[in-house]
């Protein structure tokens, strides 16, 4: 007979490796398997520093426990329009992150 803690179910062992990713973030973060959303109102140059810097915490985090993010599948999307003199660039590990209208999340799509 097999004790109950000598097979971990390997969805298990993900979530409990996942579960401090949000550690030190400032902005809303959602975790779905393996989906992370990261949300805030960014309204001035003060909040846009802290998404930049939770963005950065984020990848700091990937790095230390060789999980890292594809940069390629993550994107910014504005749900209201920003204020226009702002130049909002957002970067993951040096790479700009590709602004989208629209976008499918659990087979829902999802745009302003």
């Given at each position: 007979?097999?004790h109950?803690?000598q097979y971990w179910?390997?969805?298990?062992?993900?979530?409990?490796?996942?579960n401090d990713?949000?550690?030190?973030i400032t902005?809303?973060?959602?975790?779905?398997?393996d989906?992370t959303?990261?949300f805030?109102?960014?309204?001035?140059?003060?909040?846009?520093?802290?998404?930049?810097e939770?963005?950065?915490?984020?990848?700091?985090?990937?790095?230390?426990?060789q999980?890292?993010?594809?940069?390629?599948?993550c994107?910014i999307?504005?749900l209201?329009?920003?204020?226009k003199y702002?130049?909002?660039v957002?970067?993951?590990d040096?790479s700009?992150?590709?602004?989208?209208a629209?976008?499918?999340?659990?087979?829902?799509?999802?745009?302003?």
């Amino acid at each position: 007979m097999y004790h109950k803690f000598q097979y971990w179910d390997p969805y298990i062992l993900f979530l409990i490796f996942i579960n401090d990713l949000d550690c030190d973030i400032t902005n809303w973060v959602l975790k779905f398997a393996d989906d992370t959303k990261i949300f805030e109102p960014v309204c001035n140059q003060s909040d846009y520093m802290k998404f930049q810097e939770d963005l950065n915490r984020l990848f700091s985090w990937s790095t230390d426990w060789q999980m890292l993010f594809n940069v390629e599948k993550c994107k910014i999307m504005q749900l209201e329009e920003v204020i226009k003199y702002m130049i909002m660039v957002l970067n993951l590990d040096g790479s700009i992150l590709k602004e989208v209208a629209v976008e499918k999340d659990l087979g829902v799509m999802h745009g302003f």
